[in-house]
């Protein structure tokens, strides 16, 4: 089950580079389906640049004359708007539309998209008509404009994440070689005693010392390693004071 | 509770466009802190393009020499990685980092930030000591090269959502007086200074002792009175060598 069943829609691009960095953010992500509806722009020199090496999507995106034609095959779509207020269309965060999308193309990987409108105006009322619901990414109302690449990575990246979650991450266990009571316990003891030594815990009050100094190793959990290198230190420190 | 605790800070960027198309994101999504630390490009016509009326973002960036300088305020900082191969660092995906930076912040607001690499190359290493953890954006094997102002975009996307949602998490934040990132160099400097008084630097390597050390320090993350305990042992341990 791959998210590669998800297919990338610009309709009406103006800018060049926004194409090229699209593909790049899709490609990132794991999505490889680029498909560009009544495009003002070409695939240029600046939206090569911008692809940065994710030339394969830009030369295999499909170009349409209208948003229906482009997402025939796809069984859910998505359109991205800023607009929520008395919306008709449901209206679903980032990662709720992630999994909306996921649930729709099921295991059979059938084919689903994600549009996304003009620069300037984003979609219209007609394009609108043709997607089961909208994305909304939540911006801040001071500075609502959020650049079209910027909002593919944002939706891809969801997308990645929901599709790659359940599968298990089974990754290793950091703190593999974990010390044990019994070394933790010799070395607070040496601690203590190299602490005596210089004069250190008389002050604060031994016990109160070690509790506080106790929590802070806690806290660290040293792995045997760590803790073979806090023991050499006091180690160190003893025989230099003793000279 | 607002998102603006939240600095995106870029580091060595090359592209004009990437900055401006940064600070577009940013404002899309309620942030307003830009940091540029020794930007490669100027804020030219091509930013204030890309950037589309956010040039009020562009006009407060700050310019930095160094990371640890862009970041100092901050007591929480994320570096963004592709690298996911035994790494030291905490690695978190966007939404889990979204989380653990609210957190930090806190309700008081704390300082935060997010840094993203060179275009090319990254960050260094040396740029990844300074940071708490990294965010790796889930990608495509097959095609991982992400636009840097989509990667802004990203976690932009992720800060905002974790932020409207759950309104408060009022738990008291245990770690109340967290340590600013220039308290927690000026210790690393201290410590590697005593080590070296100690001997103890020479066998490990200095260098890679510390990052190791420094795993350690960002796992226990400690508050700023751990930090002035551990801090006092140092002097103490200095002032008896020195006899």
């Avoid at 349409?64 to 991205?80: K, M």
């Avoid at 099921?106 to 394009?127: D, K, Y």
Wanted: charged share 25%; glycine share 6%.
């Amino acid at each position: 089950m791959s998210a590669e069943s998800v297919s990338i829609v610009l309709v009406g691009t103006t800018h060049s580079g926004n194409i090229g960095a699209t593909a790049r953010a899709m490609a990132n992500m794991g999505l490889s389906r680029l498909r560009l509806v009544c495009p003002r722009a070409e695939i240029d020199d600046e939206a090569r640049a911008r692809a940065s090496g994710a030339d394969a999507l830009l030369d295999s995106a499909s170009v349409h004359d209208s948003l229906a034609e482009a997402v025939s095959d796809a069984v859910f779509v998505l359109g991205t708007s800023a607009r929520r207020r008395e919306s008709p269309w449901r209206v679903m965060g980032p990662n709720e539309a992630a999994g909306a999308l996921r649930e729709a193309s099921g295991p059979e990987g059938r084919s689903v998209a994600v549009v996304f409108g003009r620069e300037s105006s984003g979609l219209s009322n007609r394009e609108l008509d043709v997607c089961d619901g909208l994305v909304s990414i939540p911006v801040a109302e001071s500075f609502p404009s959020i650049n079209l690449a910027a909002a593919v990575a944002l939706i891809a990246y969801e997308v990645r994440t929901v599709w790659a979650t359940g599968e298990e991450t089974a990754r290793p266990n950091e703190n593999q070689f974990a010390a044990t009571v019994s070394e933790r316990e010799y070395f607070f003891s040496h601690l203590e005693q190299v602490l005596e030594q210089v004069d250190f815990s008389r002050a604060t009050g031994r016990e109160k010392l070690m509790r506080k100094i106790r929590h802070l190793y806690m806290k660290a959990q040293p792995n045997s390693e760590e803790l073979a290198i806090l023991r050499g230190i006091l180690t160190n420190i003893e025989s230099k004071l003793r000279k």
